[in-house]
């Protein structure tokens, strides 16, 4: 679609309709969810079994009966379920709301340094309803042929007009196998090319990454605790790639909580970005559970 058929529209202004039936939250869903967000060019549509008149309404009762509720949604309401536990199932539609930019308070660049897609989490730490939180205002995504150079220049193109600090946050290893290898680390190369727009920059990098299991616990307690509000929230229209992400990243089925890494190349990176992010300042348990450690918040 985006290196043959996309361009082959172009000279003609051309249309393109993408007619299925989902199966989990693939690369259709993210098709559909550009129609949903309202994105140029863009638009969706979505029909059950019942609406498209083939099928009787007793039929469709009777395979309430015979099939499991997810299989059900899929199957007849055509709905894209995940079939595999969800890692990040604490994340609902009301963890997602439209945020703006605060100039006066601190901007938080999230890393996971990957080539295909190239991503950055943008977050800040705000008030809402009474609520102090996590609140994801930005994002970059590179699809592919990405480096970590890339990335910095596009927060640099969005974010130039910051004149607050802006704290550094991440993987800790560097992407040992992204840009690494002719300019220094990742993370040397993310503060040389930074700090020529952002001369406040402060690094924040860890010495160490939690376990990845930690950090999933982190990222979900801080999405929605067992007890008390949401205290991080997702504008979907300035961070798709991220609700994506937090809707459709799974764990290993037979596992311990591993993320499935395989079912879909693009999912996990961003979320980790944030998911590190997270970990450090709010770790799900210890004594500093609950404490905000970023100056002037």
């Not at 550009?34 to 007793?58: C, F, I, K, M, N």
């Not at 009966?65 to 997810?70: F, P, Q, S, T």
């Not at 997602?96 to 080539?115: K, S, T, W």
């Amino acid at each position: 679609w985006e290196l043959e058929i996309r361009p082959s529209l172009s000279d003609a202004k051309g249309h393109a309709l993408f007619i299925g039936t989902p199966e989990g939250r693939n690369w259709a869903y993210r098709l559909y969810r550009r129609g949903l967000e309202q994105q140029p060019g863009w638009a969706s549509w979505h029909y059950t079994t019942l609406q498209g008149g083939y099928v009787d309404e007793e039929e469709v009762e009777a395979a309430r009966l015979d099939l499991d509720e997810i299989s059900f949604k899929q199957e007849y309401e055509g709905s894209f379920e995940n079939f595999a536990g969800r890692a990040y199932y604490s994340f609902g539609a009301e963890h997602q709301r439209r945020l703006e930019y605060n100039p006066r308070l601190p901007l938080i660049f999230c890393f996971d340094f990957n080539l295909a897609p190239g991503v950055a989490v943008v977050c800040q730490e705000q008030q809402h309803d009474g609520v102090s939180g996590t609140a994801c205002i930005g994002e970059v995504w590179i699809p592919r042929d990405s480096n970590t150079e890339r990335v910095c220049d596009r927060l640099r193109l969005d974010w130039s007009e910051h004149q607050n600090t802006i704290y550094l946050e991440g993987d800790a290893t560097g992407g040992a196998g992204g840009s690494a290898k002719v300019d220094g680390s990742d993370w040397d190369i993310a503060r040389r090319t930074l700090r020529q727009t952002f001369p406040s920059l402060v690094d924040r990098v860890p010495r160490a990454n939690p376990r990845e299991r930690a950090r999933v616990n982190a990222l979900n307690t801080r999405i929605q605790p067992a007890s008390g509000p949401g205290r991080l929230w997702v504008d979907p229209v300035k961070c798709p790639h991220l609700v994506t992400d937090l809707e459709g990243v799974t764990v290993l089925e037979g596992g311990s909580g591993e993320l499935n890494k395989r079912r879909d190349p693009e999912l996990t990176h961003i979320s980790d970005a944030l998911g590190y992010y997270v970990a450090r300042q709010f770790p799900a348990t210890g004594p500093n559970a609950r404490r905000m450690r970023i100056s002037g918040i």
